[in-house]
C-alpha cells in the first residue's frame, strides 16, 4: 500500500463487525487527510453506536479528527451496562419476536412489522428511542440520536444481549405481547363475552390491554413464558398468560 495511511486497533469484542481480512482486529487503511477517525471506523464495519472512546497514538481523541499518516487508532467497545435514564426502544422488522419478549419484561418496545427505514430512524428521534437492529448500515445514520447493534441470531441470544448492554428495569407481566400497551386487572365479568367458552369455564383472573383491549390469562403457552422471564429477571414464576 503506498501513501498515507493510519492504523486501526479494533478491541477483540467488536472484530465479529469487521471483514474477515481484518478479523485479528488490525487494519491499516488508506486516509487522504479529510478523512476523519469515525468515518474510517464506520468503513471497517463498526457503527459509531459500538465503540466507546477512542484514542490516536496513545492519547484520547475526538471522533471527528481527522487522521495523519502514521496515526494508530484504538477503538474500544462501549462500556457495559449503560442505563439508560429512560428505557424505551424502537425495533426494526426483522426482531419482532425479540420486541415480543422484551415486552414480556415490561421494557417499552415499539415493533412494527412494516416500519422501513426512514420511519425507524425518525420514530427513534421523536419518541427518544434507542434503535436495536442488525443493519449497520441504520445505525451510520446521522439523523439517528441512539441505536445498538444487537447481537446473535437466536431470540434467547438477542434478550440476553439487550439486556446485558442497557440493563433495564425489568416489570414482568405488564405489557401487551401485540401492540406493547399497559396490561390492567380486569374483572372476568367484564371481558366475558370475549372469551372462549372453555377458557370462560377454566379461568378466573385476567388482564386487559389498555390501549388494544386484548384480554390474557392464564393459558397453554405459560410455561415457555414464565421460563423466559425466569432466566431474565430471576423472580418466582409469575400468572400465565396466553
Known amino acids: 500500500m503506498t501513501g498515507p495511511t493510519a492504523t486501526v486497533l479494533v478491541a477483540e469484542s467488536l472484530r465479529f463487525l469487521l471483514p474477515s481480512r481484518y478479523r485479528d482486529g488490525a487494519a491499516t487503511v488508506p486516509i487522504d487527510g479529510s478523512a476523519s477517525l469515525i468515518h474510517v471506523v464506520e468503513t471497517l464495519g463498526v457503527p459509531r453506536t459500538e465503540f466507546g472512546e477512542p484514542r490516536v497514538n496513545g492519547r484520547p481523541a475526538d471522533r471527528t479528527v481527522l487522521l495523519r499518516d502514521g496515526d494508530v487508532v484504538e ?97 414482568p407481566w405488564t405489557r401487551c405481547l401485540s401492540c406493547n400497551g399497559r396490561l390492567s386487572s380486569v374483572a372476568k365479568g367484564d371481558v366475558e363475552h370475549l372469551l372462549p367458552a372453555g377458557t370462560r369455564k377454566s379461568y378466573v383472573e385476567f388482564s386487559r390491554c389498555r390501549d388494544c383491549g386484548r384480554v390474557y390469562w392464564r393459558g397453554a403457552h405459560a410455561d415457555r413464558l414464565s421460563q423466559i422471564v425466569a432466566g431474565a429477571a430471576g423472580e418466582p414464576r409469575p400468572p400465565k398468560l396466553r
Open 75 to 171: 477503538v474500544p467497545p462501549r462500556p457495559r451496562p449503560e442505563p439508560l435514564a429512560d428505557p424505551r426502544f424502537v425495533l426494526d422488522v426483522h426482531l419482532g419476536t425479540l420486541a415480543r419478549r422484551l415486552r414480556l419484561l415490561g421494557i417499552d418496545a415499539a415493533y412494527r412489522n412494516d416500519a422501513d427505514d426512514d420511519e425507524l430512524v425518525a420514530q427513534a428521534a421523536g419518541e427518544r428511542r434507542v434503535l436495536l437492529t442488525q443493519d449497520r448500515g441504520l445505525l451510520r445514520r446521522r439523523a439517528l440520536p441512539a441505536g445498538g447493534y444487537v447481537r446473535g441470531q437466536r431470540p434467547d441470544d438477542q434478550l440476553a444481549d439487550v439486556l446485558d448492554r442497557y440493563a433495564p428495569p425489568l416489570h
